[in-house]
C-alpha cells in the first residue's frame, strides 16, 4: 500500500515516537543527573512502525476514525501520521 518514501517516512516517525517514549520513562533522579535514555532499537522501531503503517492503511481505506484515539498512544501515532509529508491520512 505504502511505497518507499513512505515507509521511510513511517520509519522516521516510528523512531522518533520510541525516542519520545524512552525519555518519559527516563527517571527523573537519572534526568537530573545528565543521564540519557537508551537509543530506541531497531526492533522497537521496527514494531512501531508496523503500527503506525496499520493504522494509515485502515484509516486511508475505511475513513473511520471512531476508534483511533482511544488512548494516549494512538492519539500520539495519529499526531505522527498527521503531520506526514508524503501522504495523507485523510484523502
Known sequence: M??????SEIRCLAK???ASENWNDLPW???WNGAYPIR???EEIEHEARELEIKA?????E???????GDVKEHIRMISLESAKS???YA
Not at 2 to 7: G, W
Not at 57 to 61: A, F
Not at 63 to 68: A, N
Open 2 to 7: 505504502f511505497n518507499e518514501i513512505q515507509r
Open 16 to 18: 522518533e515516537i520510541v
Open 29 to 31: 533522579n537519572d534526568a
Open 40 to 42: 530506541p532499537s531497531n
Open 57 to 61: 492503511g485502515r484509516i486511508i481505506s
Open 63 to 69: 475513513g473511520s476514525l471512531i476508534h483511533e484515539y
Open 87 to 89: 501522504f495523507n491520512i
